[in-house]
Protein backbone atom coordinates (compact mmCIF):
# COMPACT_ATOMS: atom_id res chain seq x y z
CA UNK A 1 0.00 0.00 0.00
CA UNK A 2 0.78 3.67 -0.43
CA UNK A 3 2.04 4.02 -3.52
CA UNK A 4 3.29 6.93 -5.29
CA UNK A 5 3.46 6.93 -9.13
CA UNK A 6 5.23 10.36 -11.09
CA UNK A 7 5.23 10.89 -14.95
CA UNK A 8 7.36 11.22 -16.50
CA UNK A 9 10.14 9.89 -15.03
CA UNK A 10 12.41 11.54 -17.40
CA UNK A 11 11.88 14.85 -19.90
CA UNK A 12 14.36 16.88 -21.89
CA UNK A 13 13.27 19.61 -23.25
CA UNK A 14 14.36 23.47 -24.92
CA UNK A 15 15.31 26.35 -22.93
CA UNK A 16 11.93 28.57 -22.91
CA UNK A 17 8.97 25.93 -23.17
CA UNK A 18 6.93 24.38 -20.11
CA UNK A 19 6.85 21.26 -18.43
CA UNK A 20 4.20 19.56 -16.82
CA UNK A 21 5.13 16.62 -13.87
CA UNK A 22 2.84 14.47 -12.44
CA UNK A 23 2.26 13.11 -9.21
CA UNK A 24 -0.59 10.06 -8.35
CA UNK A 25 -1.41 8.34 -5.57
CA UNK A 26 -2.36 4.77 -6.59
CA UNK A 27 -4.11 3.37 -3.96
CA UNK A 28 -4.97 5.52 -1.06
CA UNK A 29 -6.35 9.45 -1.32
CA UNK A 30 -4.29 11.71 -0.36
CA UNK A 31 -5.43 15.62 1.11
CA UNK A 32 -1.77 16.88 1.20
CA UNK A 33 1.13 16.54 -1.62
CA UNK A 34 4.05 17.72 -1.35
CA UNK A 35 7.03 18.67 -4.14
CA UNK A 36 11.11 19.03 -3.35
CA UNK A 37 13.59 19.85 -5.76
CA UNK A 38 16.99 17.65 -4.96
CA UNK A 39 20.39 18.72 -6.85
CA UNK A 40 22.80 15.99 -6.77
CA UNK A 41 24.45 14.61 -4.14
CA UNK A 42 22.36 16.89 -1.80
CA UNK A 43 19.38 16.52 0.22
CA UNK A 44 15.85 17.50 -0.48
CA UNK A 45 14.41 20.86 -0.44
CA UNK A 46 11.02 21.34 -0.31
CA UNK A 47 9.32 23.55 -2.84
CA UNK A 48 5.56 23.66 -1.68
CA UNK A 49 2.95 21.74 -0.16
CA UNK A 50 -0.54 21.41 -2.09
CA UNK A 51 -3.89 20.49 -0.31
CA UNK A 52 -6.48 19.36 -2.44
CA UNK A 53 -9.22 22.30 -3.46
CA UNK A 54 -6.66 24.99 -1.98
CA UNK A 55 -3.66 26.96 -2.91
CA UNK A 56 -0.28 25.63 -3.11
CA UNK A 57 1.80 26.95 -0.22
CA UNK A 58 5.46 27.73 -1.30
CA UNK A 59 8.66 27.49 0.45
CA UNK A 60 10.32 31.10 0.83
CA UNK A 61 12.86 31.86 -2.21
CA UNK A 62 10.72 29.64 -4.90
CA UNK A 63 8.58 31.60 -7.57
CA UNK A 64 4.93 29.94 -7.48
CA UNK A 65 4.14 31.78 -10.68
CA UNK A 66 7.31 30.13 -12.20
CA UNK A 67 6.66 26.59 -10.38
CA UNK A 68 2.76 26.30 -10.83
CA UNK A 69 1.02 23.45 -8.53
CA UNK A 70 -2.36 22.12 -9.24
CA UNK A 71 -4.08 20.02 -6.58
CA UNK A 72 -7.13 19.06 -8.45
CA UNK A 73 -8.16 15.49 -7.03
CA UNK A 74 -7.41 13.63 -4.17
CA UNK A 75 -4.96 11.59 -6.15
CA UNK A 76 -3.16 14.16 -8.28
CA UNK A 77 -1.34 16.77 -8.40
CA UNK A 78 1.07 18.73 -11.12
CA UNK A 79 4.05 20.28 -10.72
CA UNK A 80 4.45 22.85 -14.19
CA UNK A 81 7.20 24.54 -14.78
CA UNK A 82 7.09 27.36 -16.84
CA UNK A 83 9.77 28.65 -19.41
CA UNK A 84 12.21 26.18 -18.19
CA UNK A 85 15.67 27.40 -18.55
CA UNK A 86 18.97 25.41 -17.68
CA UNK A 87 19.03 25.96 -14.28
CA UNK A 88 15.73 24.66 -13.16
CA UNK A 89 17.19 21.13 -14.48
CA UNK A 90 17.24 19.21 -11.31
CA UNK A 91 15.74 15.73 -9.53
CA UNK A 92 11.99 16.64 -8.81
CA UNK A 93 10.15 14.28 -6.32
CA UNK A 94 6.53 14.38 -4.63
CA UNK A 95 5.33 12.45 -1.99
CA UNK A 96 1.65 12.09 -0.80
CA UNK A 97 0.53 11.96 3.10
CA UNK A 98 -0.77 8.91 3.84
CA UNK A 99 -2.09 7.30 7.60
CA UNK A 100 -1.13 4.09 8.19
CA UNK A 101 -3.30 3.87 11.09
CA UNK A 102 -6.44 6.11 12.14
CA UNK A 103 -4.80 7.68 14.86
CA UNK A 104 -1.00 8.37 12.89
CA UNK A 105 -0.74 12.19 13.28
CA UNK A 106 0.97 13.51 11.43
CA UNK A 107 0.82 11.40 8.30
CA UNK A 108 3.90 9.40 7.07
CA UNK A 109 4.70 10.62 3.74
CA UNK A 110 5.23 8.72 0.78
CA UNK A 111 7.49 9.46 -2.06
CA UNK A 112 7.12 9.37 -5.97
CA UNK A 113 9.93 7.43 -8.01
CA UNK A 114 11.19 11.25 -8.98
CA UNK A 115 11.61 13.22 -12.14
CA UNK A 116 14.72 13.84 -14.34
CA UNK A 117 14.40 17.67 -15.63
CA UNK A 118 17.08 18.63 -18.31
CA UNK A 119 16.47 22.01 -19.57
CA UNK A 120 18.83 22.12 -22.99
CA UNK B 1 13.79 26.27 13.89
CA UNK B 2 14.53 22.48 13.25
CA UNK B 3 17.26 21.15 12.09
CA UNK B 4 18.72 17.86 11.09
CA UNK B 5 22.54 16.85 11.24
CA UNK B 6 23.76 13.73 9.67
CA UNK B 7 27.42 14.00 10.42
CA UNK B 8 28.70 11.45 8.16
CA UNK B 9 28.48 11.82 4.43
CA UNK B 10 29.14 8.82 3.20
CA UNK B 11 30.59 5.24 5.12
CA UNK B 12 32.21 2.90 3.26
CA UNK B 13 32.11 -1.39 4.05
CA UNK B 14 32.94 -4.99 3.20
CA UNK B 15 29.17 -6.94 3.03
CA UNK B 16 28.58 -9.10 6.49
CA UNK B 17 29.51 -5.62 8.72
CA UNK B 18 27.56 -3.81 10.68
CA UNK B 19 27.26 -0.03 9.58
CA UNK B 20 25.72 2.58 11.89
CA UNK B 21 24.34 6.34 10.76
CA UNK B 22 24.20 8.41 12.87
CA UNK B 23 21.26 11.02 13.29
CA UNK B 24 21.51 14.39 15.77
CA UNK B 25 18.12 16.79 15.27
CA UNK B 26 17.15 19.74 17.63
CA UNK B 27 13.64 21.14 17.74
CA UNK B 28 11.68 23.23 20.26
CA UNK B 29 8.59 21.14 20.00
CA UNK B 30 8.05 19.07 22.75
CA UNK B 31 6.32 16.54 20.43
CA UNK B 32 8.00 15.39 16.74
CA UNK B 33 8.49 12.64 14.91
CA UNK B 34 11.47 11.00 13.07
CA UNK B 35 11.91 9.68 10.13
CA UNK B 36 14.40 7.30 8.40
CA UNK B 37 14.17 7.26 4.21
CA UNK B 38 16.62 5.29 2.16
CA UNK B 39 16.99 6.50 -1.43
CA UNK B 40 18.74 3.44 -3.87
CA UNK B 41 20.52 4.72 -7.52
CA UNK B 42 17.04 4.71 -8.59
CA UNK B 43 15.92 8.18 -6.96
CA UNK B 44 13.08 6.85 -5.16
CA UNK B 45 12.50 7.78 -1.48
CA UNK B 46 11.89 4.40 0.51
CA UNK B 47 10.14 5.14 3.64
CA UNK B 48 11.61 2.59 6.15
CA UNK B 49 10.25 3.81 10.00
CA UNK B 50 8.78 6.33 11.61
CA UNK B 51 9.46 7.26 15.82
CA UNK B 52 6.87 9.66 17.73
CA UNK B 53 8.97 11.48 20.45
CA UNK B 54 6.78 10.48 22.73
CA UNK B 55 7.68 6.55 22.00
CA UNK B 56 11.34 6.02 22.94
CA UNK B 57 11.28 2.08 22.39
CA UNK B 58 13.77 0.79 20.28
CA UNK B 59 12.87 -0.95 17.00
CA UNK B 60 14.25 -3.75 15.05
CA UNK B 61 12.90 -5.19 11.73
CA UNK B 62 14.65 -7.43 10.20
CA UNK B 63 18.65 -6.46 9.71
CA UNK B 64 17.31 -3.19 10.70
CA UNK B 65 17.16 -1.59 13.97
CA UNK B 66 17.01 2.09 15.58
CA UNK B 67 18.04 3.49 18.74
CA UNK B 68 16.40 6.48 19.78
CA UNK B 69 17.60 8.59 22.72
CA UNK B 70 15.70 11.91 23.53
CA UNK B 71 18.28 12.86 26.03
CA UNK B 72 20.98 12.89 23.48
CA UNK B 73 18.70 14.36 20.25
CA UNK B 74 19.87 11.26 18.35
CA UNK B 75 17.85 8.71 16.10
CA UNK B 76 20.33 6.56 15.27
CA UNK B 77 20.28 3.16 12.50
CA UNK B 78 21.72 0.08 12.38
CA UNK B 79 22.08 -2.44 9.73
CA UNK B 80 23.59 -5.58 10.73
CA UNK B 81 25.34 -8.28 8.46
CA UNK B 82 24.74 -5.63 5.51
CA UNK B 83 24.11 -6.40 1.79
CA UNK B 84 25.44 -4.96 -1.31
CA UNK B 85 21.25 -4.06 -1.75
CA UNK B 86 21.42 -1.72 0.79
CA UNK B 87 24.22 0.48 -0.72
CA UNK B 88 21.92 3.66 -1.21
CA UNK B 89 21.88 7.44 0.57
CA UNK B 90 19.89 7.39 3.74
CA UNK B 91 17.99 10.38 5.01
CA UNK B 92 16.95 11.21 8.68
CA UNK B 93 13.99 13.54 8.87
CA UNK B 94 11.95 15.90 11.23
CA UNK B 95 8.51 16.91 11.46
CA UNK B 96 6.59 18.75 13.32
CA UNK B 97 2.81 18.10 14.16
CA UNK B 98 1.57 19.49 10.63
CA UNK B 99 4.30 16.99 8.75
CA UNK B 100 6.46 19.10 7.41
CA UNK B 101 9.50 17.36 6.91
CA UNK B 102 13.36 18.57 7.76
CA UNK B 103 15.47 16.33 5.93
CA UNK B 104 19.21 15.84 7.33
CA UNK B 105 22.19 15.66 4.92
CA UNK B 106 22.27 12.38 4.07
CA UNK B 107 24.45 9.50 4.16
CA UNK B 108 25.50 7.36 1.36
CA UNK B 109 26.05 4.17 2.49
CA UNK B 110 28.85 2.06 -0.18
CA UNK B 111 28.55 -2.05 0.82
CA UNK B 112 31.37 -4.01 -1.74
CA UNK B 113 31.27 -7.98 -1.82
Known amino acids: GAVVSQHPSWVICKSGTSVKIECRSLDFQATTMFWYRQFPKQSLMLMATSNEGSKATYEQGVEKDKFLINHASLTLSTLTVTSAHPEDSSFYIC????????????????FGPGTRLLVL | AQKVTQAQTEISVVEKEDVTLDCVYETRDTTYYLFWYKQPPSGELVFLIRRNSFDEQNEISGRYSWNFQKSTSSFNFTITASQVVDSAVYFC??????????FGAGTQVVVTP
Open chain 1, 95 to 110: SASHRSRPEETPETQY
Open chain 2, 93 to 102: ALSDSWGKLQ
